[in-house]
């Protein structure tokens, strides 16, 4: 009886430049490999933009705080 296996990833098309592929083709290089690698840094890259913007107003304030007060540490640090 055969087996059913389930895919964990989705087949997707990409456009290159063919001199792009070929030299990718001689060298190895694993396509779906570096676009998944890609992908994942540029979404993490777009997640902490995003975080950056939620909390501008937030950690300014941190800061503000910080300047004005001083940090709790302040008195024992060594460096």
Excluded: C
Excluded at 6 to 13: G, P, Q
Excluded at 16 to 45: D, F, M, T, W, Y
Aim: glycine share 2%; proline share 3%; no cysteine.
């Amino acid at each position: 009886m055969p087996t059913l296996t389930l895919r964990h990833k989705k087949t997707v098309s990409v456009t290159l430049e063919p001199v792009l592929l070929e030299q990718a083709r001689r060298a190895g290089i694993n396509l779906s490999a570096i676009l998944a690698e890609a992908l994942k840094s540029k979404l993490q890259q777009l997640e902490a933009e995003d975080w950056k913007s939620e909390n501008r107003e937030a950690v300014l304030e941190l800061n503000r705080i910080s300047d004005d007060h001083g940090l709790l540490s302040d008195d024992y640090r060594t460096f």
